[in-house]
């Protein structure tokens, strides 16, 4: 990670804990400018952990819910986000959990504009594009296939490109494990989509 990059990011860790600070005092400005700041992290990793449309808006809320609560015994011993994403893991394995006795058909996930590819739009045939996009669905089906630890420690790096130190923290693990972990995602997800890959 570059210097400035470094900063950037302790900076906005310092304006987190801040925010906290006064979301403690029952301040609700500072409560939604943290919302503001974060919402895209918490919705985007509930929504590729879970792939359901339904309960995507639900269990952000309840993380936010759960951070306005706690933030009287907040105390910042890692970043803001570690501890944000350590909720949100909660909440999300809690609801698959409750989805695994309950199950109900699953909402397909629409990729998001970011997510799909932008640099040979001008070139990029019908065929190209149409091809990109059924990979990047088979893509996201292999990971809801994946145990719940692996997806959410593949969706941390792949999509949030956290560092294998920031995973570790937020899954309680160490750095070997968390590359344990992202080694056998990749292998499975290969695995699974060796048909498609191989046409």
Known sequence: M????????????????????LVAGGDTTA??????????????TVARMLGSNSDVEDIAQQVFIRVWKSAGR?????KFT???????RN??????????R?????????PEAEEMPLKDEATATPDASLLQAELQTEIEKAT???????????????Y??????????????????????????????RERLKDYLER
């Open 2 to 21: 570059a210097d400035s990059e470094a900063a950037a990011r302790s900076g906005d860790d310092a304006e987190d804990v801040g925010l906290m600070r």
């Open 91 to 100: 909440l999300v394995f809690n609801e698959m959990r409750r989805a695994k």
């Open 74 to 78: 907040y105390v910042p011993r890692a």
């Open 144 to 158: 809801m296939l994946l145990p719940e630890t692996q997806r959410i420690a593949l969706v941390l790096r792949r």
């Open 160 to 189: 949030e490109e956290f560092s294998y130190e920031e995973i570790a923290d937020v899954l309680d693990l160490s750095v070997p494990a968390v590359k344990s972990l992202l080694f056998r995602a990749r292998t499975e997800l």
């Open 82 to 88: 570690t501890w944000l994403l350590k909720i949100t």
């Open 31 to 44: 409560f939604e400018r943290l919302i503001q700041r974060h919402q895209t992290l918490v919705a985007g």
């Open 102 to 110: 309950h199950p109900h058909l699953p909402v397909q996930i629409e």
